[in-house]
């Protein structure tokens, strides 16, 4: 079965760090031409495409990455082709960075999306 799953969320306080990654299951990101993308859902907004905001991408297996401005210097997104998985490392985190972090992974010659169900980050004090 093709699936992409987030881990690595959970709840901590402004100034920490936490790591998601998005794990695939039935590919391999290497193995195709995809843009893997993160988004984040704030709390009380519909899974909608205007509320869902883009926080990184990365190209595989190129590797070019894209960040929105609230995160440039403070979140990286990498692949590890060892686990299969695209991470995003989040350094510095305030609350305005809470919400549901989404993984999709766009496979270019397709156009094929697979999404994961989401994973959970609360920053508060």
């Known amino acids: 079965q093709v699936q992409v799953v987030e881990s690595g969320g959970g709840s901590v306080q402004p100034g920490a760090s936490l790591r998601l990654s998005c794990t695939a299951s039935?590919?391999?990101?290497?193995?195709?031409?995809?843009?893997v993308y993160w988004y984040r859902q704030a709390p009380g907004k519909e899974r909608d495409g205007k509320e869902r905001?883009?926080?990184?991408?990365?190209?595989?297996?190129?590797?070019?990455?894209t960040y929105v401005d609230s995160v440039k210097g403070r979140f990286i997104v990498s692949g590890d082709d060892e686990k299969n998985t695209v991470d995003l490392q989040m350094n510095n985190l305030t609350p305005a960075d809470t919400g549901v972090y989404y993984c999709?992974?766009?496979?270019?010659?397709?156009?094929?999306?697979?999404w994961g169900k989401g994973a959970l980050v609360n920053v508060s004090s």
């Open positions: 999709k992974a766009h496979r270019i010659a397709t156009g094929m999306d697979f």
């Open positions: 039935g590919f391999t990101f290497r193995s195709y031409q995809m843009i």
């Open positions: 905001e883009l926080v990184a991408a990365i190209h595989r297996p190129g590797g070019s990455t």
